[in-house]
T-cell receptor, first 112, second 115 residues
Framework: SQQGEEDPQALSIQEGENATMNCSYK?????LQWYRQNSGRGLVHLIL?????REKHSGRLRVTLDTSKKSSSLLITASRAADTASYFC????????????FGGGTRLMVKP | GAGVSQSPRYKVAKRGQDVALRCDPI?????LFWYQQALGQGPEFLTY????????KSGLPSDRFFAERPEGSVSTLKIQRTQQEDSAVYLC?????????????FGSGTRLTVV
């Protein structure tokens, strides 16, 4: 079963605009991770935020985590056509072993 | 190797046929995971190895699915008597850590189509 729900399911923006994707989850977590998947390829790890962190930056990526609301957001600033992909949040749940539980993903299209 | 390698890249199987999917994780990575990804969905957990020990197989959908990692490196996911609902991309991932504190490195997956 998938723990995370991502919103929106699909997002279409123009190059240069910012893209924001949201993820909600249900249980207590150790950390939350974001992955990117280009069509027909495997997932690429983007960023990990621990449960005691509220915000993290990596290049054009900004991730926030609100454990009280059980939600996270991924912001991609100054988007490029090459950012077109599906983005998934994944949670490392407390007491659930070492597996990650993925959401259903947001399909981002950045138009040149 | 430099990344996680999966083979074959594509597999077409006739219903009822057995298939074996291979995963070569990054050398030295302790943890290895198998996920199943249906079209348009997020990956769903199948099973997890720490070295050669299969610590969690709760996600395997039926007893037709079997995974092994006998020497703690290469892993094989075997599906017996394939059925159409087994059609999906099967992703393998590895992690250097024995805990969930680090990100995974995924392979490109094996796309299985059962006809």
């Amino acid at each position: 079963s998938q723990q995370g729900e991502e919103d929106p399911q699909a997002l279409s923006i123009q190059e240069g605009e910012n893209a924001t994707m949201n993820c909600s989850y249900k249980t207590s977590i150790n950390n939350l991770q974001w992955y990117r998947q280009n069509s027909g390829r495997g997932l690429v790890h983007l960023i990990l935020i621990r449960s005691n962190e509220r915000e993290k930056h990596s290049g054009r990526l900004r991730v926030t985590l609100d454990t009280s609301k059980k939600s996270s957001s991924l912001l991609i600033t100054a988007s490029r056509a090459a950012d077109t992909a599906s983005y998934f949040c994944a949670t490392d749940e407390d007491n659930a072993g070492n597996m990650l539980t993925f959401g259903g993903g947001t399909r981002l299209m950045v138009k040149p | 190797g430099a990344g996680v390698s999966q083979s074959p890249r594509y597999k077409v199987a006739k219903r009822g046929q057995d298939v074996a999917l291979r995963c070569d994780p990054i050398s030295g990575h302790v943890s290895l995971f198998w996920y199943q990804q249906a079209l348009g969905q997020g990956p769903e957990f199948l099973t997890y190895f720490q070295n050669e020990a299969q610590l969690d197989k709760s996600g395997l959908p039926s007893d037709r699915f079997f995974a092994e990692r006998p020497e703690g490196s290469v892993s094989t996911l075997k599906i017996q008597r394939t059925q159409q609902e087994d059609s999906a991309v099967y992703l393998c991932a590895s992690s250097p850590s024995g805990t969930g504190t680090m990100g995974y490195t995924f392979g490109s997956g094996t796309r299985l189509t059962v006809v």
